[in-house]
Every structure is written in structure tokens, then in C-alpha cells.
């Protein structure tokens, strides 16, 4: 069978990653970070990788850049992940990401690219002035995943399309050459905070490059600004109901629930258990706290690894040479089924 090759055949393995366009949001840690560690501690190989190269799809600042690359690597070990059992690099450091998302521009279809929600939220109104990289970006996702083979790809809520995207160009490159060669990898979307919202609008997502720093907690805040951010997050006047039906039109009442439940590895059902009948006076403190307690020994433990940034750059550059021994091959063999010449082996 050609085409449609399900994830099964191939041997387990995840890959996800985080752009370093800013520092990370507590959005990306409860729909993405908390998660890598999860799936790190399950036992799965798993594949993590900070895309600098998708960052600059929107214009990065050199330095900033840089800094920020670090400054994520410390956040992914801050959070958990061991750079001895999961992989952990930058992205430009291998190049099979830039080669394989050029033979997947030539395997996507424009028509594909125009139904991207990303690229119209990110474009704005001003369409034609956005860089070519931001309307081809989810072409270089699906070379970052596929290019390891990756079967599972956890991420928030808002990389769904991306993800369908993803299996769509596996599926047709399997077909229009075809061979089984690529997996249609499996989105793992999953938990109340798979979509955490801004703090001052609950219609739209916590983001690390929303202008207003008000909108989301950074896990670079010290204790006294997540305390104000949760302290002046926008709510509603009514006191928690008893069932998540309550919720349906109370977009940022449910956000902090969501917030709180991941934050306390339960189901928002069990957080209205205990606040029903409750005020935002009430809650806003315990979650204020709860977020305190959780996020303190990351920031901390992330300004300890910041003083080293030769270490940091050590770990990325051996994360860089073990997903290279991963990905070379698998390029080679792509190179090969697309017809190219590969004399110099
Ligand atoms: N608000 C969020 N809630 C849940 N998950 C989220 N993610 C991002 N924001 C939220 C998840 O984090 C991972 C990495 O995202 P990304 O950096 O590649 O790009 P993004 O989704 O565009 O994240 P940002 O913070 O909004 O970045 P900018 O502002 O640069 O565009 C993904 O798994 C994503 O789902």
C-alpha cells in the first residue's frame, strides 16, 4: 500500500518543537513543554528541537535571537528535559530540516498553503508585505517532523491544521513516488490546557509576541509579577458554577480554571468542585500561588543555567550530532526515491 502509511509501521518515536521568537509563555509550557517531559519520562525516544529557523519567518533581531535560542534551551531543561535521554537542539544545525522542506514545497500545493489560519492571523492585513518563509512555514514543520520519522507529535491546539498539513504531504509523497517511505505522523493534542488564552482577552491565545507582556506570564517572571498579571487578569463578576457548563460563555473564567487545573494535574471539573460559589477574590489568590509554586524553581533553576551559556551551547551542539545520525540517513534514502544524484557517497 502506497500513500496513506500508517504511523504503526514505524518504530515510536516523538518530535516536537518551539520557535525562540521570544521567551517562553506559560501557554507554552502547559501546551507544549510540560508535555515533552511527560512523553520524556514515558520512555519514548524523543526528539525536541528549538526552530530558530521557523523564528525568522518573522522579522528576529540577530542578538535577541541568540539570546532567546539559550535562554529556551534553559527553559526545555529548567522544565525537565534531560539533555542525556532526549534529544535537544537548535534547528539550523541540521540541515536536513532546510533540505527536505524544499523537496515538501515541491510536494505541497499553493491551495494547500492559502487555507493556513496561521499565516492569515500572523500575515495581518498586509498580506503581500509577510515573507515567503511564513507562507511555506508549515512545509518546513512537516521536514522537521518527518525527517526523523516521527510517528507522535505533541502540541497545543493551534498547530492542529499544521499537523493535518503534515500527514497530507506524507500521504501525497508516498503516493506521487510511490513507496511507503514517511509516516502519517499522529497529533497528540491533549489536556485542558491544550489552548491557554491571553490574560486580557479570552478570545485569543496567550502568546509570546502579543505586544501587551500583560497578556501572558512568562516563565521568566519572578513571583510578584505573576501575582499582578493573575491579580489584574480580566474576569467576570459571577462567582465559579458548579459544572464546566457553566463555563460555555465565560471564555476567561474558564481559562483561569484551565490554567489552574493543568497547573494542578487535575481535571477542571475537580477544580469546580472546590471553588464553586466562589469569587475571583477567592480564586485568583490560589492560583496566584499554585502558579508561584510550579513556575519558581523553573525560572530560577533557568537563571543558574543562563550563567553557563558554553554549557548550553555544548548540550545543543551534541543534541545537533545525535539528531544528525537520525536524520542523515532518511534524507539520503529521500534524495534517492526523488531521483537525485548522489555521486560523492
Ligand atoms: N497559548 C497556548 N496554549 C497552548 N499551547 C500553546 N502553544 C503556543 N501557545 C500556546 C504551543 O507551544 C508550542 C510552540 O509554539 P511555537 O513557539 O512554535 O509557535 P506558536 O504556537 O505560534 O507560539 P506562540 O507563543 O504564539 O509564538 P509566537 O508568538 O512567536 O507566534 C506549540 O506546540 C504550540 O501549540
Not at 18 to 33: D, K
Not at 195 to 206: A, F, P
Not at 221 to 228: F, L, N, R, V, Y
Not at 237 to 258: F, H, I, M, S, Y
Request: with cysteine.
Amino acid at each position: 500500500m502506497t500513500g496513506a502509511t500508517p504511523a504503526t509501521k514505524f518504530q515510536p518515536r516523538i518530535f516536537s518543537g518551539i520557535q525562540p521568537s521570544g521567551g517562553l509563555t506559560l501557554g507554552n509550557y502547559l501546551g507544549a513543554l510540560k508535555r515533552f517531559v511527560e512523553k520524556q519520562d514515558e520512555g519514548v525516544e524523543t526528539v525536541y528541537c528549538l526552530v530558530d529557523m521557523h523564528a525568522i519567518t518573522i522579522w528576529q533581531e540577530p542578538r535577541k535571537l541568540r539570546h532567546a535560542t539559550r535562554e529556551m534551551a534553559a527553559g526545555f531543561i529548567a522544565a525537565g528535559i534531560d539533555p542525556e535521554k532526549s534529544i535537544l537542539f537548535n534547528q539550523s544545525q541540521v540541515s536536513a530540516h532546510a533540505e527536505l522542506a524544499w523537496i515538501f514545497n515541491c510536494v505541497a500545493r499553493v491551495g494547500w498553503m492559502n487555507r493556513m489560519t496561521q499565516f492569515k492571523d500572523k500575515a495581518g492585513k498586509d498580506k503581500e508585505a509577510a515573507s515567503l518563509g511564513l507562507y511555506a512555514y508549515p512545509a518546513l514543520m512537516a521536514a522537521d517532523i518527518l525527517a526523523y520519522h516521527a510517528t507522535h507529535v505533541p502540541v497545543g491546539e493551534d498547530q492542529r491544521q499544521h499537523l493535518e498539513l503534515t500527514r497530507d504531504i506524507a500521504i501525497k509523497f508516498n503516493h506521487d513516488y510511490e513507496t511507503d517511505f514517511f509516516p502519517v505522523t499522529e497529533p497528540l493534542i491533549e489536556g485542558a490546557a491544550a489552548r491557554v488564552m491571553s490574560l486580557r482577552d479570552g478570545t485569543r491565545k496567550m502568546s509570546k509576541s502579543d505586544p501587551s507582556d500583560q497578556s501572558r506570564i512568562n516563565l521568566t517572571d519572578d513571583a510578584d509579577a505573576i501575582a499582578q498579571k493573575i491579580r489584574k487578569a480580566r474576569t467576570d463578576p459571577e462567582p465559579l458554577p458548579e459544572t464546566l457548563d457553566g463555563l460555555a460563555d465565560r471564555a476567561e473564567a474558564r481559562n483561569l480554571v484551565n490554567i489552574y487545573a493543568a497547573l494542578a494535574n487535575v481535571a477542571p471539573e475537580q477544580v469546580l468542585a472546590e471553588f464553586a460559589g466562589q469569587g475571583f477574590g477567592v480564586f485568583k489568590p490560589k492560583l496566584a500561588d499554585l502558579a508561584v509554586s510550579s513556575l519558581s524553581p523553573i525560572s530560577a533553576r533557568m537563571q543558574d543555567l543562563m550563567q553557563d551559556v558554553t554549557e548550553i551551547d555544548r548540550l545543543l551542539g551534541r543534541g545537533a550530532d545525535r539528531a544528525e545520525a537520525i536524520a542523515t540517513p532518511i534524507m539520503e534514502r529521500c534524495y534517492e526515491i526523488v531521483g537525485m544524484v548522489r555521486s560523492r557517497r
